[in-house]
């Protein structure tokens, strides 16, 4: 638990520079689940022989399904952090059995607010970025259960 009158982010150890990660290998079964949950049923994300006609030259999986790894790299950071913003750029197409690592990144704090900006990058086993953006999450003090 916090003390009282010390800052949340001072408190919780967040700073810039605090890094939080999360690595998945993202299986057909993520991309079928994903599908019927959002709605979305692309057939660039479903159907193999449409997608090999356009010129991701086959499947992809679908671009919102790599931002929630970066919202499970978040809720690694110390305390309980809340989206209130994200921007993304798409850079390259991840694949079915791609293992994607999600990074998070402190780039600057409001300690008064508990409000952080968090550089968030998205890459793949070849080190390459697929998406790079930045957040911003408003931190609260864990409740106790």
Same mark, same amino acid.
């Given at each position: #638990?916090?003390?009282? /009158? ?17 690595? $998945? ?20 994300? #479903? ?12 499947? +992809?999986?679908?671009?919102?399904? +790599? ?16 989206? #209130? ?6 850079? $390259? ?18 300690? +008064?607010?508990?409000?952080? !900006?968090?550089?968030?990058?998205? #890459? /793949?086993? /070849? /080190?390459?970025? +697929? ?6 999450? $408003?931190?609260?003090? !864990?409740?106790?259960?």
């Amino acid at each position: #638990m916090a003390e009282r /009158n010390v800052p949340i982010l001072k408190s919780l150890g967040i700073e810039v520079g605090t890094k939080a990660y999360h690595t $998945k290998t993202i299986t057909e079964a993520d991309v079928l689940s994903f599908a019927d949950v959002s709605g979305d049923f692309n057939p660039v994300h #479903m159907s193999e022989e449409f997608a090999r006609k356009t010129s991701f030259g086959g499947r +992809i999986v679908h671009g919102v399904l +790599i931002l929630g790894l970066i919202s499970a790299a978040i809720a690694k950071l110390p305390g309980l952090a809340v989206y #209130m913003s994200q921007t993304a750029t798409f850079l $390259k197409p991840v694949r079915i059995g791609d293992s994607i690592t999600a990074t998070a990144e402190v780039i600057d704090t409001d300690d +008064i607010k508990g409000i952080i !900006q968090v550089r968030t990058i998205c #890459m /793949n086993t /070849n /080190n390459e970025t +697929i998406v790079d953006g930045e957040a911003r999450i $408003k931190i609260f003090e !864990q409740p106790s259960l």
